[in-house]
């Protein structure tokens, strides 16, 4: 088990959780995606940012994520690690689609002309039109809370067997087969679910029609709690940082070089597409998603190992900046994307005044407060006496 904390994993949650904000705010110059605000130019560029970080960013974040819940059952049991969970991420999700999701859906109606008025107004349709995007009720960006907390519940039986004694032999058999080139072959796992699934599910986050997703996810999530629990394995992936950024190249080359204008995995033309194209596109994007992991992974620990105040502050402010980061880039776009400036101008402008505004948000309503920290996710303040005070400062 890793017995101090790792900075360079926090340095990558705030990474990956800050990549949002640029990721959410380029979907307005590319056709699709959340928000549906969309600027009147598109932008290959952002097609581009979008369509590559796409590809790991999620499965980073999921990863992230079960490293964090090693450490959440440290020192719980099963009913108090659930306890923990549903108030970690039930209570922000709640919030999330009473409260903050409805805000974002308003300005997109505004924004395509289907909706005139106040938000006082729009807000009964949230629970009286049905389910987005025919209906105004959505978790958007909530999807991924929603996941975490499946995810959680789902691997609760897996994470109390490797804390018996045949599941740390087990995580002692993976720590030694993970050494040098095999650290890759997880690639060959993942596979295993992509390729039966992804022609059936190629992704939509409804708990429906994304198993594909769900699947790889859910083995990135498991992932972390393994790391987490051999860091050894860590070690070897900075070892080999070297090796997985030129497998990570060479995969993005041969992805956009090969299925870019697909969009979707290729299977609408014909039978060679089927037989060919197609487990090539899966044997891609899995070597693409891993190979980045295992980068971002390998240079984090080589050159993050330090921590600051800023990442201090920040890492306390990422779940509550996660949570209204779409919101807001929303009501920006709204207000935004009809100037008469460059796409470059608009980009910059709505990215810079998000984290303004989040961050503003974050600092003056919700960090000062216990009752706000409680509803977005963030750990309560204690006040030290004099003497603890004292001590911690020592």
Known sequence: MIQSRRYDLDWLRLIAFGILIYFHTAIIFIPGGLPLIQNDVNSQWMDGFVTFSSQFRLALLFLISGVGVAFARRRRSSREFIAERSQRLLIPFTIGLLLVVPVCVYFER???????????????????????????????????????YIFCLLGLRVFTWFEGTSGQSCLDRIANYCKGSRIYHFIGLLLIVEIPLRVFFPGFRDLVHDWASFGHWFLMFLAGYVL????????EINKMRFISLIGAVVSTA????????????????????VLFLYPLFCVVTITLAWCCLLTCLGFAAQHLRFSNRVLVYLNESVYPLFILHLTVIAMLGYVITPFDVSIAAKYMLITTLTIVICLASYHLLIRPFNTMRFLFGVKAKTIDSPATAAVRSH
């Open 110 to 148: 505004l924004h395509l002309n289907e909706f005139t008025g106040s938000f006082l107004a729009f807000l009964p349709s949230v629970f009286s039109t049905g389910v987005y995007p025919s209906g105004n009720l959505s978790w958007h960006h909530f999807w991924f809370i929603g996941y975490l």
């Open 228 to 235: 987490a629990n051999r860091p050894a394995i860590l070690d």
């Open 254 to 273: 041969l992805y956009f070089s090969i299925f870019y204008e697909y969009n979707q995995p290729p299977l609408t033309r014909d039978t060679a597409n």
